[in-house]
């Protein structure tokens, strides 16, 4: 059994930082695609940042500049640096990984999700 647990969410001004992590445990043989996803109040779910185990980083264009991802491939865990944080990154942050667990073939799998609140 795959989980991921999310830890760093919480509350915080306009232009304040937040680092966000998610750590996966199991039996795991490996990770490809590690991410993050959020979703406000009466929105859909959206991409934020994607980190390939190539080494290739993707980020939403609300994002780029302000936000960084990154990965420790021996912790199988992903990190999200937020900067220069705004009204609108109000959110559930949820990590998204692509899992292979050994003996097993690749699953998605999600966080259970945490709250970012930017007000002042």
């Known amino acids: 059994q795959v989980q991921l647990v999310e830890s760093g969410g919480g509350l915080v001004q306009p232009g304040g930082s937040l680092r966000l992590s998610c750590a996966a445990s199991g039996s795991i043989f490996s990770v490809d695609t590690m991410g993050w996803y959020r979703q406000a109040p009466g929105m859909e779910r959206e991409m934020v940042a994607v980190?390939?185990?190539?080494?290739?980083?993707v980020y939403a264009d609300s994002v780029r500049g302000r936000f960084r991802v990154s990965r420790d491939n021996s912790l199988n865990t992903v990190y999200l640096q937020m900067n220069s944080l705004k009204l609108e990154d109000t959110a559930v942050y949820y990590c998204n990984m692509e899992v292979r667990p050994t003996g097993a073939s690749s699953s998605t799998y999600w966080g259970q999700g945490t709250q970012v609140t930017v007000s002042s």
């Open positions: 980190a390939y185990k190539g080494g290739a980083r």
